[in-house]
C-alpha cells in the first residue's frame, strides 16, 4: 500500500474539506492494511502535516476543524469495546510508564465556546486518551471531583473570552486546596490565551498547547510529570 | 454632508473627511456605562452629539453591539459598564434546532427596535449635516451567535440542505433590519464580514461556501454596504469580494497596504481605514500622529479614500485628548 501516495491525497481531502472522500480512503486503507497500519502510517502522518501548517498560521480553522472531523470519523471506524458501544478500541501503544492516559476537558464556568474542546477530545482520543468530556459551562467543584472519581492526571479547559477565562483561578483553587498539585495538572486552551499568553501562568494554568494537534503532547507531558518521570514538552514550554 | 457626498462622487472635497467609529465612546463622554447607552436611543443619540462636539466626524455610527441581533433570536448577552454587549450563550446548542428560531422583527424585538430607533434618533439630531451609518452583522456570521461556531461550520460544509435553511433565515433577517436602517435614515449600512478572514476559512471555501450567501443578501438591500474587514487582514480576499452587489467600499484593516487594495478593487469603490481603532487607547498621541500623517501622504492621490478607524470601536479608557489631537490633524487642510 502506497502510503505516501495516500497521505499526499487525504491531505488534500480535508484541505478541501472533502470529508466523506477522506473517510472513504481511510476506509480502503484499513480494509487493506488494518485499522493500526493507517493509524500509524496515513493519518498520524498526514495530521502531522497539518499540524506544521497550522502552527505557522498557514492553515484556516476551518480546516483544522475538517481534519477534527475526520480523525473523529476515523475513531468511529474502530472496533466497538464490547459492552460499550459508544466506545472505541484504541490502537495497542507502547506499555504505559506512569498513570493512565485519563483526562477530563471541559469549558470553564459560563463558557459556551465548544469548538476547540472538542477538537481536543477528538485528537486526545486519536492517541489513546480516555476522555471525559463534561461539556460547556462547568464548575470547578464539579470539574475536580470528576477528574479524582475517574482518575484522571490532567485537566483541560477551554475559555474564549476573558470573562470567563477568569474562571480557570477556580479551577486552579480547587486542585490546589485538595492537595492536587504536581499529580492533577491543568492545561489550558481557547482564543483568548492565543492573543494574551501571559494569562495561561496569571490565571494558574500549567501549561497551553499553540492549537489543538498539539494538545496530545502538552497532556503527554503532564501525565509524565505526574508520574515524576518525564520533562516539559515543547508545547508546555511554548506557554510563558 | 458635501464633503462625503464629494468623495462618493469622485470629485475634490474641500478636506479629507474622515471618521472614527465612536459607537461605543458616547458613553464615555456622557459619564453613563455602556450597558445604558446601548439600552436606550436618546441617551445613545446624546452620547454621539457629544462625540460630534468632540471630534465632527464626517461620518456617524448607530450602535456597534452586533450582539443584541442575537440576543433578539434567544441567545444570552453579557453586558458591560466600558465595552459592548457579547453572546455569552447561543441561543441554540445545535444548528439543528433551527425550527425554534423566529425572524425578529425590528420594529418590535426589543434589541432590534433600541438599534434602528437610535439610528433614527442620531438621524434626527444631526439634521442632515452628516451621514450615519447602521452596523449590522453580516448573514454569513449571526449563525456564529446562534449556534456556536463548530456547529455552524459543520453545517455549512457538511450538510448543504440545513445551510441552505440557516442561510434563508440569516438572509432575511439581514434585509429586514437593514431595510428598517434604511427608513430610519441611514446612509448605508456597514457589515463585518469575518468568515471571510483566511485564517478562518480558506479563500476556495470562501468563494464556494460563502460568498453565495452575501451576494444573495448584498442584492436585495435597498441602499449601499460597507464592506467592514471585521477584524482581520482583507486584502487577500479582496479579489474574491470587490464584485458583491450594492459594496459601496470596504474598510480595510490597519494591517492590509493600500496600494495593494487599490490595486485589487479598482478606481470604483470608496476605500476606508485604516488606523487601528482598539489600538487608540494603548499608542501614545505623537505615534497615532505619524501613523495619520502616513495613511493620508499614502492616499493623497485616491479620490476615493476616506480616513477611518479600522477594527472595532475606539476603546471607552482612550484619552479624549487624544481624540482632539487626531481632530486637529485630520481637519488641517489637504
Not at chain 1, 480535508?14 to 497500519?37: N, Q
Amino acid at each position: 500500500m502506497d502510503f505516501a501516495a495516500m497521505q499526499s491525497t487525504l491531505y488534500d481531502h480535508i484541505m478541501e474539506a472533502r470529508r466523506r472522500e477522506a473517510a472513504d480512503l481511510l476506509g480502503e486503507a484499513i480494509a487493506g492494511a488494518g485499522y493500526e497500519a493507517t493509524l500509524l502510517s496515513l493519518l498520524e502522518p498526514t495530521l502531522a502535516m497539518l499540524g506544521e501548517r497550522w502552527s505557522s498560521n498557514a492553515l484556516s480553522l476551518a480546516q483544522g476543524f475538517v481534519a477534527g472531523k475526520v480523525a473523529e470519523d476515523f475513531l468511529a471506524m474502530g472496533a466497538p469495546v464490547p459492552g460499550s458501544p459508544d466506545a472505541r478500541e484504541t490502537v495497542s501503544r507502547e506499555p504505559l510508564a506512569g498513570p493512565a492516559r485519563i483526562a477530563v476537558i471541559a469549558n470553564a464556568e459560563d463558557d459556551y465556546h465548544a469548538m476547540g474542546r472538542s477538537l481536543v477530545s477528538t485528537f486526545l482520543r486519536l492517541r489513546g486518551w480516555q476522555v471525559e468530556d463534561m461539556g460547556c459551562d462547568v464548575l470547578a467543584g464539579d470539574l475536580v471531583d470528576r477528574a479524582v472519581s475517574v482518575g484522571a492526571c490532567v485537566v483541560g479547559i477551554s475559555a474564549m473570552m476573558l470573562t470567563t477565562a477568569r474562571n480557570v483561578l477556580k479551577v486552579r483553587a480547587e486542585i490546589d486546596a485538595r492537595g492536587l498539585a504536581g499529580k492533577l495538572f491543568l492545561a489550558v486552551g481557547g482564543a483568548v490565551f492565543r492573543m494574551r499568553p501571559e494569562l495561561v501562568t496569571e490565571l494558574g494554568g500549567d501549561g497551553t498547547a499553540e492549537t489543538a494537534l498539539d494538545a496530545p503532547a502538552l497532556f503527554e507531558s503532564f501525565r509524565l510529570r505526574s508520574a515524576g518521570t518525564g520533562a516539559a514538552s515543547q508545547a508546555e514550554s511554548a506557554a510563558p | 454632508m458635501e464633503r462625503v457626498g464629494a468623495v462618493l462622487g469622485g470629485t475634490a472635497p474641500d478636506r479629507r473627511p474622515f471618521t472614527l467609529t465612536l459607537s461605543l465612546y458616547g458613553s464615555r463622554l456622557l459619564g453613563r456605562s455602556a450597558a445604558d447607552c446601548f439600552a436606550d436611543p436618546a441617551l445613545y443619540a446624546a452620547g454621539q452629539r457629544a462625540v460630534t462636539e468632540l471630534c465632527q466626524p464626517d461620518v456617524l455610527f448607530g450602535p456597534f453591539a452586533l450582539a443584541l441581533e442575537a440576543e433578539a433570536f434567544g441567545s444570552t448577552l453579557e453586558r458591560f459598564r466600558d465595552a459592548p454587549p457579547v453572546v455569552r450563550k447561543p441561543a441554540l446548542k445545535s444548528t439543528a434546532g433551527i425550527d425554534s428560531l423566529r425572524i425578529p422583527d425590528p420594529a418590535t424585538a426589543p434589541g432590534l427596535r433600541f438599534l434602528v430607533d437610535s439610528v433614527a434618533a442620531v438621524v434626527a439630531d444631526q439634521g442632515g449635516t452628516r451621514p450615519v451609518a447602521a452596523p449590522l452583522a453580516a448573514p454569513c456570521d449571526l449563525p456564529i451567535m446562534l449556534a456556536g461556531m463548530d456547529g455552524w461550520l459543520e453545517t455549512l460544509m457538511f450538510d448543504p440542505a440545513l445551510a441552505a435553511r440557516w442561510t434563508a433565515l440569516a438572509v432575511e433577517h439581514f434585509v429586514a433590519l437593514a431595510s428598517a436602517y434604511f427608513a430610519a435614515g441611514a446612509a448605508f449600512v456597514v457589515t463585518p464580514v469575518m468568515l471571510v478572514n483566511p485564517s478562518l476559512v480558506n479563500p476556495s471555501l470562501v468563494d464556494r461556501l460563502l460568498l453565495p450567501i452575501l451576494r444573495e443578501a448584498f442584492s436585495r438591500l435597498p441602499g449601499p454596504v460597507v464592506f467592514h474587514h471585521g477584524g482581520n487582514r482583507i486584502a487577500g480576499i479582496l479579489p474574491l469580494v470587490a464584485d458583491l452587489p450594492n459594496v459601496a467600499g470596504f474598510v480595510i484593516d490597519e494591517r492590509d497596504p493600500f496600494e495593494a487594495a487599490r490595486a485589487a478593487l479598482g478606481p470604483g469603490p470608496l476605500l476606508l481605514g485604516n488606523l487601528s481603532g482598539p489600538q487608540c487607547a494603548l499608542r501614545g498621541a505623537e505615534d497615532q500622529e505619524r501613523r495619520v500623517a502616513s495613511i493620508l501622504s499614502d492616499r493623497k492621490n485616491d479620490p476615493r479614500f476616506i480616513f477611518a478607524t479600522s477594527g472595532a470601536d475606539v476603546p471607552w479608557e482612550t484619552d479624549p485628548r487624544t481624540l482632539e489631537r487626531l481632530r486637529r490633524l485630520l481637519e488641517a487642510p489637504s
